[in-house]
């Protein structure tokens, strides 16, 4: 199943982190580019030709984090916003940040 398609399942914080070898598997289905940064979190930086637009994404993104209860990190600029996921109680990565990721590629 497609990771978009997938719902996010809360972590109780008692399974590990994702490997590298658990990871790339994730990160190729992806349909846009994330940065993996130090097997901890994945990153994307979002281009916009204005702050509102930029906002309005970030409005839109957020709304998902809430529909799936899974929050990413945001930071917002003129024409511009981070996002950096990662599940905050096993401080790395869960198959739940890909689907996040896959959601947001969707807005």
Do not use: Y
């Not at 916003?81 to 689907?99: C, M, P, Q, R, Y």
Request: hydrophobic share 45%; proline share 4%.
């Amino acid at each position: 199943m497609a990771l978009d398609k997938k719902k996010c399942i809360p972590c109780s914080g008692e399974i590990p982190a994702l490997n590298l070898q658990q990871i790339m598997p994730l990160m190729a289905q992806l349909s846009s580019p994330w940065n993996l940064v130090e097997e901890h979190h994945i990153e994307k930086e979002f281009k916009f030709d204005d702050f509102a637009t930029a906002l309005e994404f970030l409005n839109a993104a957020g709304e998902i984090c809430e529909q799936e209860n899974h929050h990413a990190d945001f930071e917002l600029s003129w024409g511009r916003v981070k996002i950096s996921i990662w599940t905050h109680k096993i401080n790395g990565l869960a198959e739940a940040d890909f689907i996040l990721a896959a959601k947001i590629d969707k807005i």
